[in-house]
């Protein structure tokens, strides 16, 4: 019945329009005028002044907007280096939201102004300024240099390897969940391999290498303490994913075959960031929402979620983050169990909720 | 001008010899070998192609602004296996979103529009008979032809068609236990692609040659219009990196059938591990960005050439700096060799190698901020004519600014950080490199449609084409830079797993009824282009008042295009409104006059 109404639809548009344009051409014809093609000094004028029309329409709609979303944007940088990139940010866009800006005007109103028209009837031959042309090529040309600059120079300092204490937690992605591994006391993550891999051993993790034994691994959710060092190793065992943690200004791809690494520190627990009246006012409108979808209320939490394609569950494969502040971390640390301590206990070295899901796949 | 002894013409030129008789349906509609028929062979392909792009974006923007809900026309398409109840499944999401991406880069806006507007203005502005080799470029055709059909296949085979995106990172596309989509759709994908590379080597050699060899009496290089020259720099960087693409294509083959490791090492899918063992699925990266980002230029130089010269014929004045415009196109041209890195910041990559790709990417936005202002300034005290043409070329102009600053953003590896993969980047190259060049592609369609079918397109309908389009294309992409800034990924099936999305749904729907009246808009276009094809004005000589030579051929297709003799040049193509003369326009076969200068500078 829809299909046969859309049917309906596009033919009676199709013919309407045909009729239509057969109406305009015979009224042209018996105007004896100009064939419709040609423009005339009314199409000019009213094309003119759409531009201008369009352009403050353009405008207005940006800043709206601007002010409509601009607090469900992501909160502050939960991070130390976010805010450096936040920064950096906000500097840079302010130089494009300038040039975005007077371009797009300067455009618009010429398109406007210089209409051909009866105040408009001959056109400035104009080749070129090489004065004009040094202008800008030279003021962008310095613009981008300092743009260059503080950008490498930022991206110098977040890619430096960590120096000092740091937390070692190897993020390990697969189709379609997270885990997290922590490299225990000793900080060093124990060896896993590939073909190792087995229902009881989801990650592959040796046990022959004692570096291992201390490690812990979890699921879910991790915790991690704020003001320390984090240094994240990420991996993949099938496709490539990609370690996407916005809160955190953080992102690197986890590829199968090798292992990436990305580090930063937190400077706002869950805690905390909870009682921002930004993300507040957001988890509010959220909420009322899922109250309309008849869900639960949600609260705030750091997400892990994946941003590279990866499969028909792309979508949905996230993990929280929990920022805890040192003594929360450390008592909840000290209550996980370790591989070592999981293994002699003759059970999984992970609880893992996903076996079934394996052996569907 | 001797251009009217055309009847004579045929005995005279080499390339002529058989057109006494009538030629045949086959040979004149199909097998045809005359750059003009090729053209619109590629034109109409195109448009076929972007229909069903276009179908498919309307679709999936359905199912990212209301994703519990049923559409009938999403299960009257799609069908009860991909979208039962009207909503379509995870697998068929990204399945159009791949293939929708692959044919409006590949299929649209490289072969439709260097195509199309290679082939037929290449050899009417330089005034040449027809392209060097009109058999390669026929091939050329039915290469492309023959991968956009297989294109289209691959979306009914029972496992669904290739949807690892359009840039088809393996592990994802090279294993068929990952995806269903990675079975036979990605061969599908594959062999299709492999035909358009063939077909867009083919077609690049030929316009290379055509334009170095076969360029009219006079006609020097610094004469030719910037058609030209952004068709040739856009030839001469498909034929150096497609190759580069078609051994990553192989590469991805062997893995695929004969259990090479080039791109896979160390993988446990499906409940057991895989034999390869020390491929880098990096390098695969590495091999498509080096043709994917000269791709972009591939696609936006042959837009930027319609748009110089929609834009100075209607505004009546030389385009401003032509020089500077040629010397940003080869800068563009060079310096896109140089940033594909930028594509791969958080792949691990080396941080210094980041720097560097930093430093050539920013360094590109100077020779294209160089083109917008010269474009406005174009503009500036001109006497603009309101063609259709003109203002889907101003369009144009407005979202390669637009997009274009937000590149500057994404260049800066330290805020790539944060923004790749989301809605930012999709919202970034949409505008700058989709919009930008679908506009300018419709902009010369309108512009050069009496060339092409002889008829004159309506002129109101493309009022309302334009600004239609033009108001959803940014009713569609601008709202999608604060997805982004929120930090939403791109390609998701719904955002509905996380709750903390849920207060920007109202930005995809914002999106999605923009696409809506965007798409609605398009059978506006449609409909005139089929109908003008018949029923259109017949078109003058010259309608646009134009000083180009494809305007100084008789009307009708004539092999050969000219007569007995080939015009000869005597000045550029950009003698709009020149002090002195008695029209506002000055053909490039009118000689110079006594003390005039050329290439704009007898007014100095």
């Avoid at chain 2, 060097?132 to 023959?146: C, D, E, G, I, K």
């Avoid at chain 2, 000083?547 to 000045?571: I, Q, S």
Wanted: net charge neutral; hydrophobic share 45%; aromatic share 14%.
């Amino acid at each position: 019945m829809i299909t046969l109404l859309i049917w309906a639809v596009i033919i009676l548009t199709v013919m309407a329009v045909t009729r239509l344009v057969r109406i305009y051409e015979l009224s042209s014809e018996l105007r004896g005028g100009k064939p419709q093609w040609e423009v005339t000094e009314s199409d000019n004028r009213m094309n003119a002044q759409f531009m201008m029309v369009f352009a403050f329409v353009f405008f207005v709609f940006c800043t709206w907007l601007f002010f409509e979303y601009k607090d469900r944007l992501l909160p502050v940088s939960a991070s130390e280096h976010g805010t450096h990139i936040d920064w950096l940010f906000n500097f840079n866009m302010i130089i494009i939201g300038f040039v975005f800006f007077v371009t797009n005007a300067c455009l618009f109103y010429f398109t406007f102004k210089y209409y051909k028209g009866s105040h408009n009837k001959t056109a400035t031959f104009f080749p070129e300024s090489h004065k004009l042309e040094l202008i800008w090529t030279v003021v962008p040309g310095v613009a981008l240099a300092i743009i260059i600059f503080l950008g490498i120079k930022t991206w110098n300092n977040i890619t430096t390897p960590p120096t000092g204490e740091s937390i070692v937690i190897e993020l390990y992605a697969k189709q379609f969940d997270w885990t997290a591994r922590y490299a225990g006391k000793d900080n060093v993550l124990g060896r896993r391999y590939f073909n190792l891999i087995s229902d009881t051993n989801p990650m592959g993790l040796d046990p022959a290498d004692p570096n291992g034994n201390d490690d812990i691994v979890v699921r879910n959710e991790f915790h991690i303490p704020k003001g320390k060092q984090i240094d994240f190793k990420l991996a993949s065992r099938d496709v490539i994913h990609s370690a996407y943690m916005p809160h955190f200004r953080a992102q690197m791809n986890c590829v199968p075959g090798m292992t990436t690494s990305f580090h930063y520190v937190p400077i706002i627990t869950t805690e905390e960031m909870r009682k921002n009246p930004h993300v507040i006012k957001n988890m509010e409108e959220v909420n009322v929402i899922m109250a309309e979808k008849g869900e639960a209320p949600v609260e705030f939490n750091y997400l892990l979620l994946c941003n590279k394609i990866c499969g028909s569950s792309h979508y949905n494969m996230q993990m929280n983050i929990i920022v805890d502040e040192q003594e929360q971390f450390n008592e909840w640390f000290s209550k996980q169990k370790t591989v070592g301590a999981s293994a002699t206990a003759n059970t999984n070295i992970v609880s893992d909720g996903n076996l079934l899901a394996d052996k569907k796949q | 001008m001797s251009s009217h002894d055309h009847s004579h013409a045929h005995d005279q030129h080499a390339a002529g010899d058989h057109h006494h008789h009538e030629e045949s349906f086959v040979s004149k509609y199909l097998f045809s070998m005359d750059h003009k028929m090729i053209a619109r062979q590629f034109l109409v392909t195109a448009i076929v192609m972007a229909f069903a792009a276009m179908t498919m974006s309307t679709l999936f923007r359905l199912q990212l602004a209301w994703p519990e809900e049923g559409f009938a026309i999403t299960n009257w398409i799609l069908g009860d296996k991909w979208a039962p109840g009207g909503i379509m499944t995870p697998e068929i999401y990204l399945g159009l979103v791949t293939i929708h991406g692959t044919i409006l880069v590949f299929f649209v806006l490289t072969g439709g529009l260097s195509g199309t507007f290679a082939n037929l203005l290449i050899p009417y502005q330089v005034g040449a008979r027809d392209m060097a080799s009109p058999f390669m470029n026929m091939l050329s055709y039915w290469f492309f032809l023959v991968g956009a059909i297989i294109m289209l296949v691959s979306m009914y085979i029972p496992t669904g068609p290739a949807s690892p995106g359009w840039t088809i990172y393996p592990p994802l596309s090279a294993l068929p236990e990952a995806m269903p989509g990675s079975g036979l759709g990605m061969t599908l994908w594959l062999v299709s692609m492999s035909l358009f590379i063939v077909s867009a080597l083919l077609a690049g050699l030929n316009y290379i040659i055509t334009v170095l060899n076969l360029r009219a009496v006079g006609m020097t290089m610094l004469r030719l219009p910037l058609t030209i020259w952004a068709l040739l720099v856009t030839a001469i960087l498909g034929v150096l990196s497609f190759p580069v693409l078609l051994s990553a294509v192989l590469l991805l083959i062997f893995d695929r059938t004969i259990g090479t490791s080039f791109y896979l090492s160390d993988i446990y899918i499906n409940g057991q591990p895989l034999e390869h063992i020390g491929g880098s699925p990096i390098l695969f990266q590495h091999l498509f960005w080096f043709l994917g980002h000269p791709e972009v230029y591939i696609i936006i130089l042959p837009a930027l050439g319609i748009m110089s010269e929609v834009i100075s014929v209607n505004s009546r004045k030389p385009i401003f700096g032509y020089k500077a415009m040629v010397g940003s196109i080869l800068v563009i041209a060079l310096l896109s060799f140089i940033v594909w890195g930028h594509h791969m910041f958080i792949t691990g990559m080396n941080p210094f190698l980041g720097s560097v790709f930093v430093f050539t990417t920013v360094l590109i936005a100077i020779p294209s901020a160089v083109k917008a202002f010269n474009y406005i300034t174009t503009l500036w005290k001109g006497t603009i004519r309101f063609t259709p043409g003109m203002l889907f070329c101003i369009g144009a102009v407005s979202t390669f600014v637009t997009g274009g600053v937000t590149g500057i953003i994404l260049a800066d590896a330290a805020l790539d950080i944060n923004l790749h993969d989301n809605y930012f980047v999709v919202a970034h190259f949409h505008i700058v490199m989709g919009l930008s060049a679908i506009l300018a592609m419709c902009g010369g369609v309108y512009h050069w449609f009496p060339k092409m079918y002889l008829r004159m397109m309506n002129k109101k309908m493309g009022y309302a084409h334009f600004w239609l389009t033009f108001i959803s294309a940014y009713g569609v992409f601008f709202p999608q830079h604060f997805l982004g800034l929120a930090g939403v990924p791109r390609r998701y099936y719904t955002n509905s797993s996380f709750p903390i999305f849920e207060n920007l749904v109202s930005i995809e729907e914002m999106s999605t009824w923009f696409a809506i009246l965007g798409a609605a808009a398009q059978f506006i276009f449609f409909f005139n282009f089929f109908y003008s094809i018949f029923r259109g004005d017949k078109a003058p000589k010259n309608p646009w008042d134009s000083n180009t030579l494809e305007w100084t051929t008789e009307v009708g297709h004539h092999h050969g295009n000219w007569g007995a003799k080939l015009p000869v040049v005597h000045r550029w193509a950009y003698d709009y409104s020149k002090p002195g003369a008695r029209e506002d326009f000055i053909p490039q076969t009118v000689p110079l006059a006594q003390g005039e200068k050329d290439n704009g500078e007898g007014y100095h």
